[in-house]
């Protein structure tokens, strides 16, 4: 009743990505204490503060290892192309509900690689800059004018993160039928054809 | 961790609602060095590390009389010792008690992100709470004067207290009561203020141009205050000449915080109403397929 399942993600692709979201929460909800006193309680879910700023780094770093292996498995599929600067025109059609019409895109739509280009981006800027205030082992290394371009950097790019997050979360909640592809790996074809008519070809092809 | 009630705390650190207010008598204190009349004998030192119970590491000389070398998380207050020639060909020694500068804004408590680690009295002391610190290290970042230590064995942020404890019960701080030249002494601010102004008038009789009072404006003033023979150049004793917040502190604890918040929590109810307004994406059924 389902019609024919398509693979979209591996085993290893999905323990990667649940990988880096359970450490993903973790380090925001430790970071999020730190960044503003109305989330201060969130310490308490790692053992009080000083627990909290203990374990904020080692979790973040974790984060980061997992998304490299992401990046790595997902990178050449989210390059940007001349379609998507096509698709990006009629996004806001999208937004709005009316779907028809769109140019048709491949495994990633525009705005599933800019989500992908975000994250990147951020973690690098989280990593670089974490590290530069990570008491007690790294931060004697750096002057304190250094360490104030970092807390903010850190606390801005942590934000794009999150803000990234947030509409990757989302968008898999609006677009029905999506989130079984990181729960159990595959798709029905008529969510690939809608979606994903390009990457529906190509999986399909010499059937 | 001060003997003062927590009717004396008038600001707290990662606190956005108010802290008591009643308490309004209270006269501000200050401690007031006169440079001119310090000998550097330490013995501000002494006193401090005596009534704190406090023992640094012994160290190794680094050739000057400077011992410690810098403030640390166990000496809260050093002599600084400067071989200067504000005019060329003028050599002069000249010797600055450092430490807590216990200023009126402090970046200490705006950096600090747990609530009551850092606090502010009536009386104008700016006192670490260390059972509320968690070793984040962001009030060293806060700080203007680099004074905040971090010691690598609990991982707390330490400085002077001002001897809080001391002042809460009507006493002045260690450091003044030890001070054989009367070079440090401890009052209201307004006291102070007129004492320091003063002293610094017959400085400039006796041929220091220059001196004045060291009481920057950039951090609201502060509770420890400096005669200098050269106040048109504290950075010959490693003072910041016009001490402020810096505006990346600024930033990072004012606008990007309730910024950032709102940016965040925004997008979420963002994301439900575009659901509810829009609806899902759904599969096209396709019947004719399979």
Redesign the interface.
Known sequence: MMGKMLQRYKDGDRMNHWFIALMFVLAGLSGLAFFHPSFFFFVNLFGGGPWARILHPFLGLLMVIGFVGMFFRLWRDNLITDADRAWRKEMGRMLKGDKAGLPPVGKYNYGQKMVFWLMTLSLVVLLVTGVMFWRPWFAPYFSIEAMRVAVLLHSASAVVLILSTIMHVYAAIWVKGTIRAMTRGTVTESWAKTNHPLWHQEVTKGR | MASLQSLDVVSRS???TPSPQVRQAIPQVAKLIDESKCIGCKACQVACMNWNDLRDDVGSTIGVYDNPSDLTPTSWTVMKFYEVEPKAGSLEWLIRKDGCMHCEDPGCLKAC???GAIVKYANGIVDFISE?C?????C??GCPF?VPR?S?KD?KAYKCTLCSDRVGVGLEPACVKTCPTGAISFGTKDDMVSYGVKRAGELKERGFQNAGLYNPEGVGGTHVMYVLKHADKPELEELPANPKI?P??S??KGL??PL??A??IG??VA?FF??M??????????KE??
């Open positions: 990662a606190t956005t992100p747990s609530p509320n968690v070793g984040c290290g962001y060293v970042k680099d971090i690598q991982n810096d990346l502190v930033v990072w990007a915080k950032a918040v940016g965040m997008a979420m994301g575009h659901y307004k829009v609806g899902p994406v759904e599969e096209k059924p396709e397929e399979a």
